[in-house]
Nanobody, 126 residues
Framework: QMQLVESGGGLVQAGGSLRLSCAAS????????MGWFRQAPGKEREFVAA????????SYADSVKGRFTISRDNAENMVYLQMSSLKPEDTAVYYC???????????????????WGQGTQVTVSS
């Protein structure tokens, strides 16, 4: 069973940057596609970014395209989300997720993910 632990959240001013990290434990990390999702208070969880098993394919929500970058290090069992030009509307709890399905392309469908981290809070002040 894949276990995921996020870190790197915090309070940042609008226009600033943060890098979220997700440490994965378990076998065959490189077999998994990975994703980042977020949930703001009173809102449903939404897709942020996904990356396939090799890191060669990535996808992003329109709201973060050009500002966020997802990457992975299969040797270290890590996934990252580099966030730049942050806006107050990026405030949310950010979750890392893993799936053995869609490993070739990644997926933005949270129902396809099998393992989830506990989340890390990102707060962007105006």
């Amino acid at each position: 069973q894949m276990q995921l632990v996020e870190s790197g959240g915090g309070l940042v001013q609008a226009g600033g940057s943060l890098r979220l990290s997700c440490a994965a434990s378990g076998r065959s990390f490189r077999s998994y596609a990975m994703g980042w999702f977020r949930q703001a208070p009173g809102k449903e969880r939404e897709f942020v970014a996904a990356i396939n098993w090799s890191g060669g394919r990535t996808s992003y929500a329109d709201s973060v395209k050009g500002r966020f970058t997802i990457s992975r290090d299969n040797a270290e069992n890590m996934v990252y989300l580099q966030m730049s030009s942050l806006k107050p509307e990026d405030t949310a709890v950010y979750y890392c997720a893993a799936t053995l399905r869609h490993t070739y392309d990644g997926t933005n469908d949270d129902r396809e993910y099998d393992a989830w981290g506990q989340g890390t809070q990102v707060t962007v002040s105006s």
